[in-house]
């Protein structure tokens, strides 16, 4: 993939995805935090409310998870 000049910078820095996390892993962790979300908003689960509200990156990091997590 062939970047504009104002985006070349980003092949430079970033590692590949599959160097990062398995296809099999990420899957995982899209159902898991999709179904998190279900929980919290359409069956109103106080627990899942609070896991996303919290810090998810220690939360996983004791399931051994290695997350780095974006905050705006």
């Given at each position: 993939m062939t970047f504009p000049a104002e985006l070349a910078w980003i092949p430079k820095v970033l590692?590949?995805?599959?160097?990062?996390?398995?296809?099999e892993r990420a899957h995982l962790f899209v159902c898991a935090l999709t179904v998190c979300h279900m929980d919290a908003i359409l069956r109103r689960q106080d627990e899942a409310r609070?896991?996303?509200a919290g810090n998810m990156g220690a939360?996983?990091?004791v399931q051994g998870i290695d997350v780095i997590a974006h905050e705006p």
């Amino acid at each position: 993939m062939t970047f504009p000049a104002e985006l070349a910078w980003i092949p430079k820095v970033l590692r590949p995805m599959a160097e990062l996390c398995s296809g099999e892993r990420a899957h995982l962790f899209v159902c898991a935090l999709t179904v998190c979300h279900m929980d919290a908003i359409l069956r109103r689960q106080d627990e899942a409310r609070r896991f996303l509200a919290g810090n998810m990156g220690a939360d996983l990091a004791v399931q051994g998870i290695d997350v780095i997590a974006h905050e705006p």
